[in-house]
């Protein structure tokens, strides 16, 4: 059967046959790593005819590897062009575990990605919009990416437990758990020649949050400032990841909301210097991060994420 009239959200009754290529497992990896993703991502990412790509992709879906999610449906019915949004199908998810850990935890990913409403979905995808424009910008420069498994010391990698995620103290009675949307770390040379590798936690900010609140025990962003404040004060970054300094980069919805997280930023004690700020704009030229102007949350200053 061809490929071309197979419905979009439910798997065709009959489909011809896959024999899993090397392509079709970067492709199943570059979807795990970010949850969900773009079919325009997935082929500014990986080499090969965009067509075929696509017609890759559908056959991935309709075989289990990949899932579409149902939430992105609003986007096909309100008109105009939309690139299919994939996440990881329970296939896919079995494949990841042969090839590369047989001993991962077995998450039941088909029903999880299915099951997604559209604030988780899209807030994935800003996340996804952001790791997707600096991988492409590193390719561009040079400089390495590195993320997840490849920045968690060995003995923090269990199967239960995230590599990136903990709890600070804030007050006798008061912790926060702190979980980043992404992690990762930019490694080139520096002008004098040394190897320079800078660390960062992401946070894609929908605006679906209050920016401050009455007290710590409601959830707003400017919470989740305290917690990384009180992630550098305590020197956590170092002694639960090893990294000897980080920053935290935002990326927001508009101009407006950006300004209203800087000025929560100012009202931290310290570590005002640790925040980074952009709105979404900065995501038009993704070749072109490393040349963009991010918002420091210390005294207006403004700097470059390799700064």
Known sequence: MGTSRLPRFKRAATISAIQLTERDREIVR??????????????????????????????????????R???????YHSGGSRHMVYGLGSKGAASLRRDLDAGA?????????????????????????????LE?????????????RELALPDKITRQHPPFRWQVK???????????????ALEFKANSGAENRVFFFLEADRATMPVIRKNLSQTSFYRKLRAYEA????????????????RVLTVTTSAERLNSLVQACSKLERGQGLFLFADQAILEKPGDMFLAVWQSGKDGQTVSLLD
């Open 170 to 184: 804030i007050s006798k009675s008061l912790k926060l758990g702190v979980i980043p949307d992404f992690v990762f």
């Open 30 to 67: 570059l979807v795990q790593r970010f949850r969900f993703v773009r079919s325009s991502q997935i082929y500014s990412l990986i080499s090969g005819s965009q067509q075929q790509l696509l017609r890759r992709l559908k056959l991935l879906y309709h075989h289990g590897f990949l899932e």
């Open 136 to 148: 492409l910008a590193c390719r561009r420069t040079g400089i390495r990416l590195l993320t997840g």
């Open 231 to 246: 992630t550098w004060s305590q020197s956590i970054h170092q002694t639960k990841f090893g990294f000897h300094r980080f």
């Open 69 to 75: 999610p149902r939430a992105q449906l609003d986007y």
């Open 105 to 133: 935890a077995r998450v039941r990913w088909g029903e999880k990605n299915r099951a997604a409403g559209r604030v988780f979905l899209e807030h994935a995808l800003l996340v996804a919009d952001v790791m997707v424009a």
